[in-house]
């Protein structure tokens, strides 16, 4: 018995948002998030739209490419580090949005690597038999970090008043990650199947050393009280990245668990036929496939048009993958990702 999936579908907020116009709002240029990123373009959500929203979008395109009806689901896994509530997460709110039975659902944490870590959950749902249809979905809003009362307004068409010179510098402040978020969704069933193909071996890796160089300090339990104005103004609020250290992590821990996961599986790296590795930096993906020796062809990219939609990278990009007539019967598939946390981890999957 094997955990399959079944159905995909994403979720695609309605705003393009060029790099040309985010160098409208803050000192940066195409040509800068081009070269460091390879991200061209981003998509932005709604005012008042939510990472359920787009979750709900998503999963009911893939129960229905499933050939399923939402009361068919068993169980829901929810990843999202930009959920709608601080309480409760985003798993009961998609249940009542898509008409679901009093299923239960689960809120899963861990940022870039949420899918890998729904996966798995959904592989031992499935194996101990407990549930038989499970439906994991990735979803973020990440504008919701954006600095949007400095302009942001305008990139989405909502305002078309001049950026003053001191919101441009504010804005510069935080360009190093802000230019590199979008928001997306992206959802799979996985199904028990009798047969050899669908996940294989996984392998799930925590190190807490690492929490502090992806983090968000604002917005804490921590603090008195959790949020403030002051902290809003100084950033807080926003995620804090160590860029440099988050790179060398990422091009050094996920070809080690790519490794991992096909010597586990009994076979050669050079036999995966696609390796669909978290979209956070064109240079990390390119870095991760040299490093194993892949060819480009096998390792598949989106960033230009999406960015970094943290838990929804990794279903999108399978989605997308699916659609364009990639993945055919009888292929080694292999997913990573590594992000705040730190945590990584990678599967294999057989078609
Ligand atoms: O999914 C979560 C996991 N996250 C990641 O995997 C992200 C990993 N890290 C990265 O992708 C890269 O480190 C970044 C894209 C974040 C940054 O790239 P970098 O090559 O490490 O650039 P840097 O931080 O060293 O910045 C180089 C320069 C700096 O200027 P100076 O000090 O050399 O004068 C920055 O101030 O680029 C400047 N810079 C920018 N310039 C224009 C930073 N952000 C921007 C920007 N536009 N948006």
Known sequence: MRSVITGTGIGVPPN?????????????SDEWIRVRSGIQER????????STDLGVMAARNAIAD?????TDIDAVL??????????????????????LRDVPTFDIRQQCSGFLYGLELADLFLQSGRYRRVLLVGAEVHTGFMPWHLGWDTLIGQSTREITEAERAENTLTRDRT???GDGAGAVVIEAREGDT????????????????????????????????????SGETLPFMSGKEVFRSAVTLMPQVVREVCEASGIAVEELDLLLVHQANMRIIEGVQKVLGLPPEKVPHNIERWGNTTAA??????HECRTLGLIRPGMNLAFTALGSGLHWGAAIYRT
């Open 313 to 318: 990278t990794l279903p999108i990009l399978f």
């Open 66 to 70: 499933a050939g399923l009806t939402p």
């Open 179 to 181: 230019v590199l978020f």
């Open 16 to 28: 393009v948002v060029t790099n040309e116009a985010l160098s409208r709002l803050m000192d940066t």
């Open 198 to 233: 669908g996940l294989g071996v996984i392998r799930l890796h925590t190190d807490g050393t690492g929490a502090g160089v992806l983090t968000m300090h604002g917005a804490s339990f921590k603090r008195r009280p959790f949020v403030s104005v002051d902290q809003i103004q």
């Open 43 to 50: 998509r932005y959500a709604d005012p008042g739209q939510g």
């Open 78 to 99: 929810f990843a999202t580090m930009t959920p709608d509530h601080m309480l409760p997460g985003n798993g009961p709110l998609l249940q009542t949005a898509l008409g």
